[in-house]
């Protein structure tokens, strides 16, 4: 089982980069897929979902209309479309599976936002 994130990086404020999350060794079937990000000196916190059944969406309010989370089956991969990017997005991102009871954690990606 791995969740591979990746596309981090540092970009100016307001610019835009994508997150991905390579799933190995799970489906996507009856599984919700999250994004989180932890600052440094701050908790952990829930950024945007995907259920994979019916593929509703939800987001915190400090991203919502800026970022939007999408996944490809095909690819067992989830994206998160970061847009308007602003100095407090700044945080390590980690992708997250849960399924029946199930939880995985992928290592974290940085992304920097300079102003």
């Known amino acids: 089982v791995q969740l591979q994130a990746s596309g981090g990086g540092l970009v100016q404020a307001g610019g835009s980069l994508r997150l991905s999350c390579a799933v190995s060794?799970?489906?996507?079937?009856?599984?919700?897929i999250a994004w989180f990000r932890q600052a440094p000196g701050k908790e952990r916190e829930g950024v945007a979902c995907?259920?994979?059944?019916?593929?509703?969406?939800v987001y915190s309010d400090s991203v919502k209309g800026r970022f939007t989370i999408s996944r490809d089956s095909a690819k067992n991969t989830v994206y998160l479309q970061m847009n308007s990017l602003k100095p407090e997005d700044t945080a390590v991102y980690y992708c997250?599976?849960?399924?029946?009871?199930?939880?995985?954690w992928g290592q974290g990606t940085q992304l920097t936002v300079s102003s």
């Open positions: 997250h599976y849960s399924s029946r009871g199930s939880s995985y």
């Open positions: 060794g799970l489906t996507f079937g009856n599984s919700a």
């Open positions: 995907i259920v994979s059944d019916n593929d509703d969406t």
